[in-house]
């Protein structure tokens, strides 16, 4: 596998791992930039371990090495905060020697203010299945007893990696993306609901949010 396939695979396997996180905040302050920018260099100091998620991750296949058919298309599902993101560039670009300040992290996030994303990581059914994303139903997110409307939904690009624990193949699959971004209204930053949707297989998901344990 070449390295840029295994850094993508890599955030994957970092699900697994990882520290608490806190309440969800919808706008970042100045001192809550400088936090978010401070947390990501301490973690870019350990960066074999990969990016930890799992204080966001809302779903999780119990082993992601081994393809198992009644877990369907979907690996992982977490949850993106304007903290988590802006983080998350920041120790990107530190462990690729081309540092930003916690401005242009913020600027290179992708979420604005007053939203959270929803990212699936999801593979192909058989070797060469490259349209399973287009398989995922569009999500459903109610949060305070409210059903909310997607603000937009991405697909990534796809590309091939490896389940090397899989019985009797040897795992290759394409892997991709859905990344789906709501807007949080006022009043319920501290809100819970549910996420759900049904992935190319036919598989249905459904799970709790509680924006209060996501910072």
């Known amino acids: 596998m070449t390295p840029v ?10 699900v697994l791992s990882g520290a608490p996180a806190l309440a969800y905040v919808p706008s970042l302050s100045s001192a809550q930039l400088q936090e978010a920018a401070a947390q990501a260099q301490r973690l870019a100091q350990s960066a074999d371990s990969g990016y930890p998620v799992r204080p966001y991750t809302l779903y999780a296949v ?11 298309d979907v690996d992982a599902v977490t949850i993106a905060t304007p903290f988590e993101r802006t983080r998350y560039q920041v120790f990107v670009h530190k462990i690729g020697d081309d540092p930003i300040t916690p401005a242009q992290a913020r600027e290179q996030a992708q979420l604005p203010d007053h939203q959270v994303a929803f990212i699936v990581f999801a593979h192909g059914s058989s070797p060469d299945d490259q349209d399973f994303l287009k398989g995922i139903s569009a999500l459903t997110f109610t949060l ?3 059903t909310l ?3 937009s ?4 690009d796809t590309s091939l990696s490896q389940y090397p624990r899989t ?4 795992g290759l699959r394409y892997i991709g993306t859905v990344t789906t971004r709501y807007v949080i209204p006022a009043g319920l930053e501290a ?16 799970m709790p949010v509680n924006l209060s344990r996501y910072r």
């Open 191 to 206: 809100a819970s609901g549910t996420l759900s949707f049904t992935d190319a297989t036919g598989k249905t998901f459904r």
């Open 5 to 14: 396939r295994l850094r993508r695979l890599s955030a994957l396997l970092a």
């Open 149 to 151: 409307r997607p603000a």
């Open 153 to 156: 939904r991405d697909l990534s």
């Open 144 to 146: 305070g007893g409210r």
């Open 62 to 72: 119990e082993d992601n090495l081994r393809l198992v058919a009644a877990n369907g």
């Open 167 to 170: 019985v009797g193949e040897i």
